[in-house]
């Protein structure tokens, strides 16, 4: 059966056909749609705890009464694995939230995660009817995801995948982050004896070291991999594939496949003088410390250090974490640095809202040119370069233009630099046989093969840089391919 | 079990020596390279040289002084302790060809990683001369394993407790002014590595000098570990951690290394109230 044929399938049965009819769909597109309840802005900056609380069980099941349960539901093109989203959002409405749960772990492993760190906007709901036809408002797919998962989660009762058959044909995953974990839910579904190389202390990837707490507790990833535990794939922390044992080593040990999903874990910096100045940090750095090593916290030893003027350089996800991190950590003033215009921020609308709503200052049309530091090289003031918007460029986003002689000096004491990250090396550098491209990404076909016929790759290491729902479908599509692999071989 | 400590050795008040299961890069391993490790829970990842290895037992040398709170909780390790994390062997594996002479200097803890290096050197056919530099006499170690595989071993003390009186840069002078060295290696604090890099430039001698700059997670992911190297930014823990000693910006570095001397500082002062409490 294909895709089209199986949402046919699902959506003309009777439990569907009976919750269509009962409310009419003018009524539906009448109701207004929910707001996520937040902690308070002035309380949520000063500790970690989540800033989406999540939505109560009858706000879920009124969101979901909007969903009209499209006969083409071009919501499921906006999603990178093709969630069955009206069927598990019609379970919401029918108040089965388990079976709703089950539903979106037919193709997304990680819910729980998906749901709160996903740009929505920008895709499910972007393709939602609503936003689509009626220009209104989507329906809230992101929301409804994340409180199937929490339910399912809280419940106690989280299914585990049964697993037909054991193949014994061992595969190796190298990376812990979502794409790795994505394809290693699916390859040991389909029956293969799976262990995961992971290079730090713990498993997640940026979802450890570099998603904060207060948008993605560190517990919600531990039991999404706790899953994977039980089902049966292995995890091995503190592995450098390329470094602790080389991919020779793993083929002598029986590994006849290898997914590498090492991410893009290589800082950018600007180049530009002072940048060595101590207390400038990069956005990896600052976080790692603050979410993997936990510095905040007094019993754990790494420190971390965070002034009372704490400025952040860039626009993205990570800048926005970095500023509302630094905020958390004590900082009197802290600012986004950002060349462009707000407007043209990358970042996530939501996180911008509420980096605002948390008193984060906003220099946008600045650019930092100059650090300047104190008689122990501690930074202590920034030259920025103010900026007017031109003609746009190749984005097709506004070029920033500096403004000749406008330059302001700002006092900081902290900077973090969060300007973007390259393709992490280590592997490359490892198989000086593999095709990479001029950025340094692996080049992989529709199957997310390399160069190397036992090695697929996926995630940030291919896209140099992209989300986390996009890095778990390059999983699921390399575990496909090396299935297929693996079966023409053996 | 992996990670075990089977053995440990005080080499002196704040030194020690630890061997530890560790298979898989008692065999990878090269001379040049580091682990990072957490010794516990609450740890924070510290990159320690491998100082030697036996890749039959399984096992590898590490060589610990005690600085601060991380490295103390290590030194203060029995056998038969575990630790909790040891990710390697991280950084680029020294590059050892036959140059002919070669002169090594170690200073302080800076002796445990020359040892592989100079093993390596020896082993590929150069002559090689070892400086060894510290305090006094307690604070030089491995001077019998230094010794069996160079050709000549000066010890330097500041005190002149030992050998001879003087400093590091005082013992490569008067080599340098007796024979030809066509390479050589440092290997210390960071000040001494400033000033003996300084000695070689003078003589126009090609110098290697292995950077122990802070470091979170030794694979590139955080830039912590940075250095000016010719003008450039590089990574110490992948573009190193040997670079041209020539080129290298010791000053910056070492201002870099006191970046949390104040959390550090108290850091250990509280550690060290809580064993004293505990005792
Ligand atoms: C601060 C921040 C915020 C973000 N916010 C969002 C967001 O809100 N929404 C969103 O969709 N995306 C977000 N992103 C992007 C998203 O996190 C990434 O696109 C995604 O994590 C990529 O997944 P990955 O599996 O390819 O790599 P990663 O998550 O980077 O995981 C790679 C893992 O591989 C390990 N590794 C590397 N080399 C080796 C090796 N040789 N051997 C063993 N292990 C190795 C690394 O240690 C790492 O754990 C954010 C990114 C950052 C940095
Ligand atoms: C590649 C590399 C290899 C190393 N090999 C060894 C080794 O074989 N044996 C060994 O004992 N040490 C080695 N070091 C140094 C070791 O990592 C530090 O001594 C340790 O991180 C200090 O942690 P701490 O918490 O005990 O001290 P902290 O409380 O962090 O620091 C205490 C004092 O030590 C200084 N310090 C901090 N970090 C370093 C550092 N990285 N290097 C030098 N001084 C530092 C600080 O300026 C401070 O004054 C190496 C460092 C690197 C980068
Ligand atoms: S996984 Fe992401 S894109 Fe797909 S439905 Fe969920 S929120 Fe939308
Ligand atoms: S397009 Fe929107 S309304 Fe239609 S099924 Fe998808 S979520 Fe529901
Ligand atoms: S230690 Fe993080 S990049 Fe070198």
């Avoid at chain 1, 269509?20 to 309380?43: F, G, Q």
């Avoid at chain 1, 990680?110 to 009817?129: D, L, N, S, T, W």
């Avoid at chain 2, 100082?51 to 590490?62: F, V």
């Avoid at chain 2, 000033?195 to 001698?205: G, P, R, V």
């Amino acid at each position: 059966m294909d895709f089209a044929e199986y949402l046919k399938e699902q959506r003309n049965q009777e439990w569907r056909k009976e919750l269509r009819s009962n409310i009419k769909s003018k009524d539906r597109t009448a109701i207004e749609k929910v707001h996520m309840p937040e902690e308070n802005p002035h309380v949520r900056n000063t500790n970690n705890i989540e800033v989406n609380t999540g939505l109560t069980m009858e706000m879920a099941m009124k969101e979901a009464q909007r969903c009209l349960d499209c006969g083409d539901p071009t919501c499921i093109s906006g999603c990178p694995v093709n969630i069955n989203i009206p069927k598990f959002i019609k379970n919401i409405e029918k108040g089965d939230f388990l079976a709703a749960a089950a539903s979106i772990k037919e193709t997304n492993s990680f819910p729980a995660v998906c749901g709160r760190v996903c740009p929505q906007e920008i895709q499910c709901e972007q393709k939602c009817f609503y936003t689509q036809k009626l220009n209104l408002p989507s329906v809230a797919i992101g929301y409804l995801e994340r409180f199937a998962a929490d339910f399912e989660r809280k419940s106690g009762k989280i299914s585990i995948p049964e697993i037909s058959h054991h193949n014994h044909i061992k595969v190796a995953v190298i990376g812990g982050g979502p794409g790795g974990l994505a394809a290693a839910f699916d390859l040991v579904k389909f029956g293969y004896d799976v262990t995961v190389f992971e290079a730090l202390h713990e498993i997640g990837g940026v979802l450890k070291y570099g998603i904060p707490e207060f948008r993605l507790p560190n517990e919600i990833v531990d039991v999404e991999v706790s899953t994977l535990t039980k089902m049966g794939v292995k995890f091995v922390t503190n592995f450098i594939v390329g470094k602790t044992a080389t991919f020779d080593d793993l083929r002598v040990e029986g590994f006849k496949a290898f997914f590498v999903a090492s991410g893009a874990g290589l800082p950018n910096f600007m180049n530009i003088p002072g940048e060595n100045l101590i207390n400038i940090f990069s956005s990896n750095e600052y976080l790692t410390r603050v979410n993997l090593m936990n510095a905040a916290k007094s019993e754990f030893d790494t420190p971390v250090f965070s002034g009372k003027n704490v400025a952040v350089i860039g626009g993205g996800n990570t800048a926005m974490d970095s500023v509302r991190t630094a905020k958390r950590l004590g900082a009197n003033r802290a600012m986004i640095i950002y060349r462009r215009s707000i407007e043209e921020m990358p970042a996530r609308i939501e996180e911008v809202k509420h980096a605002q709503e948390e008193g984060i200052e906003f220099l946008n049309l600045h650019n930092p040119i100059e650090y300047l530091g104190d008689d122990q090289r501690r930074v202590k003031s920034m030259k920025l370069q103010k900026m007017e918007l031109g003609e746009p460029d190749s984005s097709g986003r506004r070029r920033p233009v500096p403004i000749e002689g406008a330059i302001e000096i700002v006092e900081t004491d902290t900077v973090v630099v969060a300007v973007g990250v390259s393709p992490n090396p280590l592997i490359p550098r490892s198989l000086p046989n593999l095709n990479m491209s001029k950025w340094g990404t692996i080049v992989v076909n529709d199957q997310m093969q390399s160069s190397i016929e036992d090695i697929f790759a996926g995630g940030d290491i291919v896209r140099g840089g992209a989300t986390v729902i996009l890095a778990m479908g390059d999983g699921r599509r390399a575990a496909d391919g090396i299935d297929q692999y693996l079966k023409s071989k053996f | 079990m992996a990670n075990e400590i089977l053995e440990k050795v005080n080499f002196s008040e704040n030194v020690v020596k630890l061997i530890i299961r560790s298979p898989y890069i008692a065999k990878s391993r090269k001379a040049g390279h580091f682990v990072i490790i957490r010794a516990d829970a609450a740890g924070e990842r510290i990159p320690l040289t491998i100082a030697g290895s036996d890749p039959e037992q399984g096992t590898i040398m590490l060589v610990v002084q005690r600085v601060g709170v991380s490295s103390a909780k290590l030194c203060d390790m029995k056998v038969g302790d575990t630790i909790l994390d040891i990710v390697g062997p991280l950084g680029e594996a020294t590059k050892v060809h036959k140059v002919g002479t070669i002169l090594a200097c170690g200073g302080g803890v800076g002796v445990a990683p020359m040892l592989p290096i100079v093993e390596a050197f020896k082993k590929a056919g150069n002559r090689v001369v070892t400086i060894l530099a510290a305090r006094n006499k307690d604070l030089i170690i491995l001077e019998d394993e230094m010794r069996l595989h160079s050709d000549e071993l000066i010890i330097m003390t500041d005190d002149g407790s030992y050998g001879q009186k003087g400093l590091v840069t005082d013992g490569m002078k008067a080599v340098i002014q007796r024979e030809k060295i066509d390479e050589s290696i440092i290997i210390g604090p960071a000040i001494m590595m400033k000033f003996a890099s300084l000695t070689t430039k003078e003589f126009n001698i090609p110098t290697q000098a292995s950077l122990n700059t802070i470091m979170v997670d030794g694979t590139g992911m955080c830039g912590a570990c940075r250095v000016s190297v010719g003008g450039q930014t590089k990574f110490v823990c992948v573009d190193g951690p040997e670079f041209d000693a020539h080129q290298v910006d010791f000053d910056e570095m070492i201002e870099r290394l006191g970046a949390y001397k104040t959390q550090e500082k108290v850091a250990y002062e509280a550690h060290e109230h809580e064993c004293k409490r505990k005792h």
